[in-house]
């Protein structure tokens, strides 16, 4: 979708999501175990992602915790990144080989920023987004903001 940052990133990173992928290793983790018992207790964990309403979701949400700390990690070693959602994930899926159980959440252009940072613009003031106690009570920082 023409990304500027995806199209001249040194490195971009696919961050994806296998909704399949955790039977396999749940497999592989169980049988590396050598109690019965603890073999059991990871078969019959009410927590494990099959168990989950919606395991797409619950994917997603996993694949999101893991792309955010390589941000973070990619900024703390003087590298900008950019998070981008506009691209089409068929065409991803086809150039990388990735299969149609495996979501690509979002493309991570790693590189080195020219020139200043951009500007956020259109982004709500934080009274607006972040709550205290209930939904649409503002924190206490940010009732002035």
């Given at each position: 979708?023409n ?6 990133a ?5 961050a ?8 396999e ?14 073999r ?21 949400k ?14 703390a ?47 709500l ?21």
């Amino acid at each position: 979708m023409n990304q500027e940052q995806v199209e001249q990133a040194p490195v971009v990173i696919g961050a994806c999501a296998d909704t399949e992928g955790w039977k396999e290793a749940l497999e592989e983790v169980t049988a590396s175990m050598t109690n019965h018992e603890s073999r059991e207790s990871v078969r019959t964990c009410p927590r494990r992602p099959g168990s989950q309403p919606n395991t797409g979701m619950w994917v997603t949400k996993q694949t999101m915790i893991a792309a955010t700390t390589m941000m973070w990690m990619a900024e703390a070693l003087g590298c900008d990144t950019g998070p981008t959602e506009g691209f089409y994930e068929d065409q991803v899926r086809k150039v990388l080989g990735i299969p149609v159980h495996v979501r690509v959440i979002f493309l991570l252009a790693v590189g080195h920023l020219q020139g200043e940072d951009g500007s956020y613009s259109g982004r709500l003031p934080a009274c607006r987004t972040v709550f205290s106690e209930r939904y649409g009570e503002p924190l206490n920082l940010f009732v002035n903001s």
